[in-house]
């Protein structure tokens, strides 16, 4: 929520609106709701399952897997740390291991997530 926080802000967002359904609550439904489609694309990943083989079995979409092309570009563009975020675009585009990822991301540095 963090990440999240820290780009919709760099974006002009409204601060409380991220407090809400369309920002915590959907990220609690996508994570933990039995239907969510991006819910089932992250334990196929976590499974070691490929993404193209993932997708190529689901009949409708995860939208997720697009937007984190999106997430990470915006990031870039405003200069906005997401490592999360970072991350995920390595497992779903570089081929990168959902254990590597796990590792990188439990290895940082610790700092304050807000500023």
Wanted: overall charge neutral; charged content about 25%.
């Amino acid at each position: 929520m963090a990440e999240i926080t820290r780009l919709s802000l760099a974006l002009g967002a409204h601060p409380a609106t991220l407090a809400g359904l369309a920002g915590l609550g959907d990220l609690v439904l996508t994570c933990t709701g039995g239907l969510s489609r991006n819910r089932r694309v992250g334990l196929a990943l976590g499974e070691g399952r490929k993404l193209a083989d993932i997708l190529e079995e689901m009949e409708m979409v995860a939208e997720g897997v697009k937007n984190t092309l999106s997430a990470q570009r915006l990031a870039a563009r405003e200069g906005v740390e997401m490592p999360i975020t970072a991350m995920m675009h390595a497992i779903l585009y570089e081929d990168c291991s959902v254990r590597h990822a796990v590792a990188a991301l439990m290895q940082r540095d610790l700092k304050p997530e807000r500023g």
